[in-house]
């Protein structure tokens, strides 16, 4: 019985010593890492979900964000803010304060924002135009309700002749002289700033008008999913393309068999199909922003633009069409071309 008490004593202390040296050696394992990683600064650290309940977690709209203290704002007691899901340049911001998207809406100087509009547009139109042309655009716009947003790129640098017209007056004008819709484009109609709009309108200003109804073809656009298109273009004037062709029998079609000899290797290929011309192109929200981002910043005319629109949609030849039963007229008037002598440019 003495030797068994023994042995058990004696496995109590070994245990005992066993438990010391472990935690020795953890303190002094401790040690080194905190001395060789003095200055890590854990809110500019992405750290996997399993490790996260170590720091202190906050949500703010169902979004998980970090509040940790670092070495730089201990002292001061000011907490670091770190949301990974933040867009770029805002992790640091808490996710209730961060508006990620703006609009063309405008707004009073006074008063309450949200009784500034009677009536939120929901779609977007824009024209390049000079004021030689301000009676086609007249007509252009009265085709438009208070459910369309105008935009006017003026290239001339004439605005307030405009404000004869009393939807003038409630336009958006944007005034840089001698540049085409695309530079205004690529600079003025940001996704995030047209994102509240469903669809976005980048028109000539040298359209007729006369056989267009703008609500029935965003009707026709949503019925057939066509997330790029125009309206069909009359047979007789300055046609380039048998795809953009007005067709007399139907509402909308999205390819053709009759381009040139040779133009059809593939028939779901521009420009027999997934094509539009950039003269009067509509977007929808989604496919615009993927466009904007392919427009270069030293694109002038457009050209070959049209040509690579298809990679925005898929498929696009079933995404991109052209509007039979709402059409235009293009009149192919250089009006922008008539300011600069040496050259002939055209809004395009």
């Avoid at 600079?187 to 309108?201: G, K, N, S």
């Avoid at 509007?323 to 002939?344: E, M």
Wanted: hydrophobic letters at 40%; one cysteine or more.
């Amino acid at each position: 019985m003495g030797t068994i008490h023994r042995s058990g004593v004696l496995k109590k202390t070994n245990d005992s010593a066993r438990l010391i040296i472990t935690t020795i050696l953890g303190v002094v394992f401790g040690f080194f890492i905190g001395v060789s990683f003095p200055s890590v600064s854990l809110y500019k650290i992405q750290l996997p979900s399993s490790l996260r309940s170590s720091l202190d977690v906050a949500t703010s709209n169902d979004k998980e964000f970090f509040i940790v203290r670092s070495p730089e704002t201990t002292g001061e007691n000011v907490p670091k803010i770190y949301v990974p899901t933040n867009p770029r340049g805002a992790e640091r911001l808490p996710p209730g304060i961060v508006v990620p998207e703006s609009d063309l809406y405008l707004h009073r100087l006074w008063g309450e924002p949200s009784e500034d509009l009677k009536k939120t547009p929901k779609y977007l139109v824009t024209f390049t135009v000079g004021f030689d042309q301000m009676n086609n655009i007249d007509a252009c716009v009265k085709k438009f309700s208070e459910d369309f947003q105008i935009l006017l790129f003026h290239y001339d640098g004439r605005t307030t002749e405009w404000d004869q017209f009393e939807w003038s007056k409630n336009a958006i004008h944007v005034s840089v002289k001698k540049q085409t819709k695309w530079w205004y484009a690529k600079r003025f109609l940001h996704p995030d700033v047209v994102a509240p709009y469903e669809y976005i309108f980048i028109w000539d200003e040298d359209l007729g008008v006369e056989h267009f109804n703008a609500e029935r073809y965003i009707e026709l656009v949503k019925r057939h999913g066509l997330e790029i298109s125009q309206p069909g273009l009359e047979p007789n004037n300055g046609l380039t393309w048998q795809m953009t062709k007005r067709r007399g029998d139907r509402q909308v079609h999205k390819l053709v068999t009759d381009e040139k000899p040779g133009w059809c290797s593939d028939p779901h290929l521009p420009p027999c199909a997934a094509f539009v011309e950039i003269m009067a192109p509509v977007f929808s929200r989604e496919a615009w922003r993927c466009v904007w981002y392919m427009i270069q910043n030293d694109l002038v005319h457009g050209w070959g633009l049209d040509f690579a629109l298809r990679r925005c949609v898929e498929p696009a030849h079933e995404k991109i069409g052209v509007v039979d039963s709402q059409w235009i007229i293009h009149k192919v008037i250089p009006s922008l071309g008539n300011q600069v002598s040496h050259h002939q440019l055209a809004i395009c």
